[in-house]
């Protein structure tokens, strides 16, 4: 019987995949389905020798630590699809890798650190790259070198030991001046890298992304430089890696584009059980070959009995869940649910809420047309906006696609957006303009004919509950009309909601991920309305046939 080829191996592992007949979690999943559309686009080829090649590398080595030690390295289906990603996968145009950066997310004991010590030994030896510079990074020197050690211990272990020459800095590679060493904050000159791969470990547990940045700026004289990552999760949501990991999904989800990017990320989808074996399969991809199914059970029955810190412990480091991680306030797959059509709706009447950010930032203005349970929304950002890289979205594509409207300038015109929004304002029957008070105090007079609609509208628990809680309910319910507004969709991905201690709740701008100034704005509208209303969304005679009270 002939042996299955590498390629062969990942693309039954993608069907058991795709078919159910392997556990996965959806980010898996959605990383395969990418792999398939690239193998399908006519910019793009798949360069199987080079793909061959790095396979014959990795199985040159040996495991040196644990039960396995001395056994051969053989790469499992999931990490045969990382090298065929990373290394196999080239443009057309130029004969070069897709893939300039790279991100594994996966638990701990999964053999990422190997993996990865493959990786920087290959780039190192056998890349073909004229004095390549590797280095392994994380937050301090310590973690930096546990990845470098690894790579050092296997390389000096292997055939390829004679190609190396070890110092107390790091290690050279004589046939080709290349040089491998570890990189952290503490590490001098580093603004004069040449850095042709990097491996970030733990990028968790980096409370900013400095030393990223000082990589990404050292690979600017590279023809296919590579910036991997390997992380679990964390417990810290305030380090940029867990803002990082949101982009990452709505890159896989579709939501935002970075072509140049592989992520492959192992985490629960919502809902799973942490108790329930079939979670950890779908998290584990090594569970039963470097981790075992009783070291699991056992974990998870310490973290039941205990609590607490082992529970978290469990949570972040075996099932790769970031344990002070706010929860999404309503899933993306609801929020995609609540769009259709888009009505006509002029000279209707409708509920303005309206959000007003800082001068050089996002402003929202949300109409709500009850009849239809249709939302329009007015997005307007300084043009200075556009090419900043904070938010991580595309505002120049958004502005393209008509979504978001660009005033000149690094400032809001005040004047301009006042004539802007009153023009919009004139296609409808207004009832009333909801505002947060904040910055709208010099606006105020500046309304017209529309002043007597205007309705401040504070933004505390006490105001803010029930629009958030009628909100909630509609898009539950599948009721809303957001009319496939793309800036909203990543403005409900980032609210993080605030609990009292009588279930009464509110947007929560402080600890939420990102922009949702149009969400809030939507609140404010749902509230003006709820107020004037109590709630009656139909007109009794137009909407009903006869009634019997």
Known sequence: MNRMTNLEVVQTWCDDV??????????????????????????????????????????????????????????????LFIMANVIGLKRKATGLRKYMYVDIYVPRKNGKTFLAAIFASYFLLKDGEAGPEVYTAAVDQQQARLCYDA??????????????????????????????????????????????????????????????????????????????????????VSNPYFSDIETYKDILDGKKEKDNHFILLFCPDEGDDWRDEATWYKVNPNLGVSLSLD???????????????????????????????PEVWIPDGVILANNGPVPDVE?????????????????????????HNYVKFLFVIPEAKVSQLEDRVDYRKWKEEGWVTVTPGNTLDEDWYLAFLLN???????????????????????????????????????????????????????????????????????????????????????RSRNKIDGVV???????????????ESKEIYTEHTLRVL
């Not at 059970?297 to 991680?325: I, M, P």
């Open 18 to 79: 795709m078919s159910g007949k392997a556990p996965s979690c959806h980010y898996e999943r959605k990383a395969i389905e990418r792999w398939r559309t690239d193998l399908e686009r006519e910019d793009l080829f798949f360069d199987e020798k080079a793909f061959n090649r790095i396979v014959r590398y990795a199985r040159e080595f040996k495991h040196y630590k644990g039960p396995m030690a001395g056994r051969r390295f053989e790469p499992e289906p999931w990490q």
């Open 521 to 535: 704005a939507l609140a404010d509208a749902i509230g003006g309305w709820l107020n004037l209303t109590s709630g």
């Open 295 to 325: 070291y699991m059970r056992s974990e998870c029955e310490e973290a039941k009995l205990r609590g607490g810190t082992y529970l978290a412990a469990f949570l972040t480091k075996n099932l790769n869940t970031w344990v002070d991680a």
């Open 424 to 510: 919009e304002l004139g296609k409808y029957k207004v009832e009333c303009i909801a505002y947060d008070p904040w910055a709208m105090w010099n606006l105020r007079n500046r309304f017209g004919s529309y002043t007597d609609k205007l309705k401040e509208y504070p933004q505390n628990i006490r105001h803010m509950s029930v629009p958030t809680k009628w909100l909630e309910s509609a898009l539950l319910k599948k009721e809303m009309n957001l009319g496939g507004n793309p800036v909203i969709r990543w403005m409900f991905g980032n609210v993080v909601i605030y609990t009292d201690p009588n279930a009464n709740i509110k947007l929560d701008k402080g």
């Open 151 to 236: 790579s050092a211990e296997l390389i000096r272990a292997s055939i390829f030991g004679a190609d190396t020459k070890p110092y107390q800095w790091g290690m050279k590679s004589p046939f080709n001046a290349g040089v491998f060493k570890p990189l952290s904050k503490d590490t001098k000159n580093k603004d004069g890298l040449n850095i042709h791969a990097a491996i970030c470990d733990e990028r968790h547990a980096w409370p900013t992304n400095e030393i990223y940045d000082v990589i990404k700026t050292g690979m600017g004289a590279r023809s296919q430089p590579v910036l991997m990552s390997i992380s679990t999760a964390g417990t810290d």
């Open 347 to 371: 000279g209707e009447k409708c509920y303005v809420g309206i959000d007003l950010a800082s001068k050089s930032d996002v402003t929202a203005v949300a109409f709500f047309f009850p009849k």
